[in-house]
């Protein structure tokens, strides 16, 4: 008698085995059976995966999601340039320009609107609430694989990120204007770090606080994909 074993991992890798003893002949018409088959069920409840860049202004989310972007083929969800693309004339628009975080009930439609539930999601500049975070997780944690990427950077290097992309002839409004730039980090503070740190205690996503180890922008981005990766 033949003992075959049987192997593979699920969509979370456990391991799952299966020990037979059966005639050899019949153990290769159940092996490639065991292939066609359970191997491509296992597959199919693999879910997408959404990586979410959460950081305060300046910290290179947009950097590194486009650096991402390079490694493999996502969907990208900006949120921030989403809205700086809404009409000018709109209120939205008009918010987001002095700095003001919009109502939840506001960004709901207009983030669902760009989720492709079918393929890996980078989703970049959001949730900023504890609101949005709890929306994103209670709609999109049972469909997709979810890593919450917080970059953690101090207020001074913001300053210094945001004045290094205005040099660098960033075309960004809400860069120009000093008291927005405020604002926007005082926001982060205020709402956006409490967001973050509900998050870091939910059981059913991963999150990465990660400390970027210097300003050199490949170093940086390799350091992060030995994290997630």
């Given at each position: 008698?033949?003992?075959?074993?049987?192997?593979?991992?699920?969509?979370?890798?456990?391991?799952?085995?299966?020990?037979?003893?059966?005639?050899?002949?019949?153990?290769?018409?159940?092996?490639?059976?065991?292939?066609?088959?359970?191997?491509?069920?296992?597959?199919?409840?693999?879910?997408?995966?959404?990586?979410v860049?959460?950081?305060?202004?300046?910290?290179?989310?947009?950097?590194?999601?486009?650096?991402?972007?390079k490694?493999?083929?996502?969907?990208?969800?900006?949120?921030?340039?989403?809205?700086?693309?809404?009409?000018?004339?709109?209120?939205?628009?008009?918010?987001?320009?002095?700095?003001?975080?919009?109502?939840?009930?506001?960004?709901?439609?207009?983030?669902?609107?760009?989720?492709n539930t079918?393929?890996?999601?980078?989703?970049?500049?959001?949730?900023?609430?504890?609101g949005?975070?709890?929306?994103?997780?209670?709609?999109y944690?049972?469909?997709?694989?979810?890593?919450i990427?917080?970059?953690?950077?101090?207020?001074?290097?913001?300053f210094?990120?945001?004045?290094?992309r205005i040099?660098?002839?960033?075309?960004?409004?809400?860069?120009?204007?000093?008291?927005?730039?405020q604002?926007?980090?005082a926001?982060?503070k205020?709402?956006t770090?409490p967001?973050i740190q509900w998050?870091?205690?939910?059981p059913?996503?991963?999150?990465?606080?990660?400390?970027?180890?210097?300003?050199?922008?490949?170093?940086?981005?390799?350091?992060?994909l030995?994290?997630i990766?």
């Open positions: 008698m033949t003992f075959w074993v049987l192997q593979s991992k699920t969509a979370k890798n456990n391991v799952v085995k299966l020990e037979l003893k059966i005639p050899l002949f019949s153990g290769i018409f159940l092996y490639l059976w065991y292939n066609a088959n359970i191997q491509k069920e296992l597959n199919m409840t693999k879910k997408p995966e959404m990586i860049f959460m950081g305060g202004q300046g910290s290179g989310k947009g950097t590194f999601a486009n650096l991402l972007l490694q493999h083929k996502y969907n990208y969800v900006e949120a921030g340039a989403i809205l700086r693309n809404m009409p000018t004339d709109s209120e939205i628009y008009k918010k987001i320009t002095r700095g003001e975080l919009l109502a939840d009930d506001d960004l709901f439609p207009i983030i669902a609107k760009h989720m079918d393929n890996d999601l980078i989703l970049d500049g959001y949730p900023r609430t504890i949005q975070a709890k929306w994103l997780i209670k709609n944690a049972t469909i997709f694989d979810i890593k990427i917080y970059l953690n950077i101090n207020e001074e290097t913001m210094a990120n945001i004045q290094k040099k660098e002839g960033g075309n960004r409004l809400d860069d120009n204007d000093e008291t927005a730039v604002k926007r980090i926001a982060f205020s709402t770090m967001a998050l870091s205690q939910q059913n996503i991963t999150f990465y606080d990660i400390k970027l180890p210097g300003d050199d922008i490949d170093i940086n981005f390799n350091y992060i030995k994290q990766m």
